[in-house]
């Protein structure tokens, strides 16, 4: 297999009926540039939204993955997304008409037929794989769900299921390889219980449901009243148990399609994970919601990674940019307050700063002692300081202003700061400075490990005397 990111030729389309919805719909997958991954489009809303296939974005899982962004929903995403995966399509946009994805028959393969109509093309740009360096795990006590993800050099999925059913019993389901997703995989329907089926009907869900796009399982016998009830429901003239207690189909297309069907679930909502993976998953009882938290640790540890491999390198040895001198007449602060030694680098998008933390610092006094561990409150003003020097570096008189915090957000500490300890900052500005405002995203590194990330809005004010004026 090709190691190059792939797309579709030309834009195909498939029609049908959401399952909880019951709405039309007609999704269209379209070619995407590389580093693309997966969006789905909704044509039929204003603006004509764009939603990311992101972990971070469902909303719901109680039936299926659902997404929402802005206000804008993506139900049951989890089959498209699991055979763009199978197919090894790395990049496609997925237009819909409608606010849930086509059911079909209740599986994947209607999709791997269109996207293979469509024609599999290599684009110029190598895959970036996720590559699992140590186990992951994932438990959910109360549902009984136990995931583990160990290294791989494939994309490897084992399941076990386990719904405490004499009919269903405990089944396994596995592929070595994502190649395997096709011939293996993608043909198995979505399954559900009669007394679940029950329970939906009365909850005006399954709207779309039918039973040629779901396998009906029955764990006891049917009264005749019931029967009666399930022929008025679905419009079927002829509904009966056949085989195994499966509801009127005819044959299964494996003797474990249900414990398939959760692996081809697995894969879909893996997807959310935002690009390919080199990994071996292990699931026990698998649902939507632990595969959505899995995803999400997963996303976690890809930003954990990021971030070290970010990590600015740079020889605090040689000369800096500016020493602490050349700080303080660029920023206001002054001892005890200024806590800014050097800043290393910096450019019209980015900066590097450092703060060398010894034990004569003032705020060791009480914070803590016999304990001495730097405030949090003070790594993200050091934090900002270095952000402020380069903003105030684009004024040409930077001693007749002072900036002001706007907003704080997604602070984080990963590790204490403590004497001895040398933190070297780094901000990027997130968007273009304008009338004095600064957007930033600044990590802390000590030892090439963040221990400290924060994104900061500020504004710096011009002052004269006792009048103050906002930049514009």
Known sequence: MSDKQQTIKREVSVSGVGLHTGKKVTITFKPAPVNHWYKFQRIDLEGKPIIDADANLVVDTSR??????????????????AALVGLNIDNCLIE?????????????WKFIEALEAAEIE????????????????????????????????????????????????????????????????????????????????????IKGGDLDNAIVLVDK??????????????????????????????????????????LLDIIGDLALVGKPMKIHV????????????????????IKKEKLEKDFPKIDLNKEPLFNINDISK????????????????????????????????????????????MPGVLLIEAMAQCGGVMVLK???????????????????????VIPGDTVIFKLILLTPIRRGICHMKGVAYVNNKPVMEAEMMAQIVKVKGDEKAVLV
């Open 64 to 81: 299926g993955t659902t997404l929402e962004k802005n206000g804008a929903r993506v139900y049951t995403c989890e089959h498209v997304l």
């Open 96 to 108: 819909m008409d409608g606010p849930e994805m086509p059911i079909m028959d209740g599986s994947s």
């Open 122 to 205: 290599e684009q110029e740009e190598d895959r970036d794989y996720f590559i699992l360096k140590d186990n992951l795990t994932y438990e959910d006590p109360i549902k009984k769900v136990e995931m583990l993800a160990v290294p791989q050099d494939s994309y490897r999925i084992t399941v076990m299921v386990d719904y405490n059913s004499d009919l269903l019993g405990t089944q396994h389901a596995g592929i070595y390889d994502i190649s395997q997703f096709k011939n293996e995989i993608s043909k198995c329907r979505t399954f559900v219980f009669l007394h679940e089926l029950e329970t939906l009907l009365q909850h005006n869900l």
């Open 221 to 262: 016998e049917l009264p005749k009243e019931k029967i009666d009830h399930l022929k008025k429901v679905f419009n079927k003239e002829n509904v009966e148990v056949k085989g195994r207690g499966v509801l009127n189909n005819t044959k299964l297309h494996f003797y474990n399609e249900p414990a398939r069907h959760k």
């Open 282 to 301: 292990l699931a026990a009882r698998p649902g939507h919601q632990g595969n959505v938290e899995f995803a999400k640790k997963i996303k976690e540890l």
């Open 330 to 373: 660029i920023l206001p602060h002054r001892h005890p307050f200024l806590l800014v030694d050097k800043i290393m680098e910096m450019s019209p998008e980015h900066i590097v700063g450092v703060k060398n933390v010894t034990l004569n610092e003032w705020f060791f006094t009480g914070h803590f002692p016999g304990e001495p561990v």
């Open 394 to 416: 684009t004024v040409p008189d930077p001693e007749n202003y002072l900036t002001y915090f706007m907003k704080i957000d997604g602070v984080k500490f990963k590790q204490k």
